[in-house]
């Protein structure tokens, strides 16, 4: 699997688009807890960009391939820290 932007620490919330090199279905979790294909299924299904928002993101990803072959769990790593202004 491929992130794009990487993990890492941001300014501003931010988008990650996640790819592969096979056809995959991919399911992602924020909330700290692994995702499954179950059942029950747990995670959400990527199709499309996924929001970073203010504060740690932890980002886990698990894919399954048209053979049911199934990666083990990443975890990524999202900081976003936006600056307040005072006025």
């Excluded at 491929?2 to 399911?27: C, H, K, M, N, W």
Aim: aromatic content about 10%; hydrophobic content about 35%.
């Amino acid at each position: 699997l491929a992130l794009d932007p990487p993990p890492g620490v941001y300014p501003d919330e931010t988008f990650v688009q996640v790819t592969s090199d096979e056809l995959s279905r991919i399911l992602y979790t924020l909330d700290g807890t692994d995702p499954d294909f179950g059942p029950p299924q747990n995670g959400d299904q990527i199709t499309g960009r996924v929001l970073m928002v203010n504060g740690t993101n932890t980002f886990k990803l698990i894919a399954k391939d048209a053979l049911d072959n199934t990666t083990a769990v990443q975890s990524y790593s999202y900081q976003v820290f936006q600056l307040l202004e005072l006025s």
